[in-house]
């Protein structure tokens, strides 16, 4: 199957498709079981992209993908962690195929069944059937709040920050906390980490979403730089320093602690690239940051000067 967007989704009707149906016929029936517009193709449907244009048909590709992906990525870590035979990529390839057969069967939401393509996953993978009802249920955990985000009176923008937000929470609090092999030091207790998950813990600033996470809560933004985001919306950024990001109809509204005052900016306006050009609340007018090694300068355009900053 040609597609232009990979994604759990594409693959699902790759995997479809594979089962003797045609792509349009494949795509159909995805779509139904996962209550997609029916115009979305999804071999060439960005739905982050698309959901930063407002286009409400995102919300529901968005909401299918971080549950197929949750799905796959919490199975494979958990697979790893206990199975030192375990063969990378099986659990995605066996999850594929149990919920392209559910969708073959019964195409529909009510009656897809993604625990049980998650446990029976795990059968065909162990015979330990403790490990399995646990597992399963801690990616139900996760499902669950997938679900929340689908049924939250939210605009498409908002969903697609919580989806990553809680990403990054089954990462941060599942995922990363799993062996990568077997280990006779590191036991797996999966009832207390089902103990200790809270998913609704501090959430992470949109900038710090919609940025490439480094480790240690430090984040790289194509266009803003590294920082560190430490929840709640505050990032100690470099160089700039603390700074609070408040979400703006467009671009960021940002308290500057060093400086003492607000500053509106953003990546792109209008087809046209603004950071590290500022608008100070304070000055009423554009300040241009020169962001070097020899400290950080800023050029006022009302005054036409250079200062270094406080």
């Known amino acids: 199957v040609n597609t232009s967007v990979v994604s759990p989704l594409s693959t699902l009707v790759a995997q479809l498709v594979e089962q003797g149906i045609d792509r349009t016929e494949a795509q159909n029936k995805v779509n139904q079981a996962f209550l997609i517009d029916e115009h979305v193709d999804l071999g060439s449907f960005d739905p982050y992209a698309e959901a930063l244009k407002g286009r409400q048909e995102a919300k529901a590709v968005l909401v299918a993908n971080h549950r197929m ?69 801690l990616i139900k955990m996760a499902d669950e709040k997938h679900q929340e985000a689908a049924n939250a009176e939210w605009d498409v923008e908002d969903t697609m920050l919580a989806l990553l937000d809680q990403q990054r929470k089954v990462d941060e609090q599942i995922i990363k906390r799993l062996p990568s092999k077997p280990s006779s030091i590191e036991f797996v207790d999966l009832d207390q980490m089902f103990a200790e998950v809270d998913f609704n813990s501090s959430t992470a600033s949109k900038i710090a979403l919609l940025s490439k996470p480094m480790g240690q809560k430090w984040h790289s933004s194509s266009w803003f730089g590294n920082f560190m985001d430490i929840g709640n919306n505050w990032i100690y950024h470099y160089p700039l320093g603390w700074l609070y990001i408040a979400q703006a109809e467009t671009g960021y509204w940002v308290w500057d602690v060093q400086e003492d005052y607000w500053w509106w900016t953003t990546d792109l306006f209008e087809g046209a690239s603004i950071f590290p050009w500022i608008y100070s609340d304070e000055a009423k007018g554009w300040v241009y940051l020169s962001l070097d090694n020899d400290g950080v300068k800023a050029y006022d355009q009302n005054t036409r000067r250079w200062r270094r900053r406080k």
């Open 69 to 137: 992906a949750n799905l796959i990525n919490q199975g494979e870590a958990l697979l790893k962690s206990v199975d030192a035979n375990y063969v990378s990529g099986e659990v995605g390839v066996n999850m594929m195929k149990a919920v392209a057969t559910q969708i073959m069967n019964s195409p529909t939401l009510e009656d897809l069944d993604l625990e049980n393509a998650v446990s029976e996953t795990f059968a065909k993978a162990t015979n330990d059937l403790e490990f399995v009802e646990k597992a399963t249920r």
